[in-house]
T-cell receptor
């Protein structure tokens, strides 16, 4: 149980376009979902926390107008990178939490902006 | 915000030896400390966690200790096996809605 999926697993987009990444909890209802960014061989950096039906809470330094997060249902959260630039290229990982402490991670999405 | 530091960044041990990874945190409000294992190309997986009202927790070959006063916590892996080779991340959570990760430790267990 406690499976989290992400789609797509890899996306390449042109500079200036927007790309949407989906995070789904497949077998549980996620009260909270988290979005992280991971650079090669580096740690996970928390970008934002979202609770179903409410606005996401962004970490300091993360542009909320650039990284739009929507948590429309208890099983789906989306991250939209708007007007993507090459420096946005990274590995984006979501995680979901059912209500306890443990968070379950998705497999990640590799974004390449050309 | 919370700042988590993790050492060492790389660690090599002989199979059967013990491995210790240490983390420090800055926010005294942090009360939940999970440890994750991330194998190459895979997602992080929770391996053990500890709450601030507990000083030590053990699960088979893995143990975590917490010193609230000094604001540090450690992961101990005994009788290491090659399949323990991975990157390990510590994290601290001050609110339950935010998780701050350490920089990771790449552990290699040499057969």
């Amino acid at each position: 149980g406690a499976v989290v999926s992400q789609h797509p697993s890899w996306v390449i987009c042109k500079s200036g376009t927007s790309v949407k990444i989906e995070c789904r909890s497949l077998d549980f209802q996620a009260t909270t979902m988290f979005w992280y960014r991971q650079f090669p061989k580096q740690s996970l950096m928390l970008m934002a926390t979202s609770n179903e039906g409410s606005k996401a809470t962004y970490e300091q330094g993360v542009e909320k107008d650039k990284f739009l997060i929507n948590h429309a249902s208890l099983t789906l959260s989306t991250l939209t990178v708007t007007s993507a630039h090459p420096e946005d290229s990274s590995f984006y990982i979501c995680s979901a939490r059912q209500g306890g402490d443990e968070q379950y991670f998705g497999p990640g999405t590799r974004l390449t902006v050309t | 915000g919370e700042n988590v530091e993790q050492h060492p960044s790389t660690l090599s041990v002989q199979e059967g030896d013990s491995a210790v990874i240490k983390c420090t945190y800055s926010d005294s409000a942090s009360n939940y400390f999970p440890w994750y294992k991330q194998e190459l190309g895979k997602r992080p997986q929770l391996i053990i966690d500890i709450r601030s009202n507990v000083g030590e927790k053990k699960d088979q070959r893995i143990a975590v200790t917490l010193n609230k006063t000094a604001k540090h916590f450690s992961l101990h892996i005994t009788e290491t096996q090659p399949e323990d080779s991975a990157v390990y991340f510590c994290a601290a959570s001050p609110t339950g809605n935010q998780f701050y990760f350490g920089t990771g430790t790449s552990l290699t267990v040499i057969p």
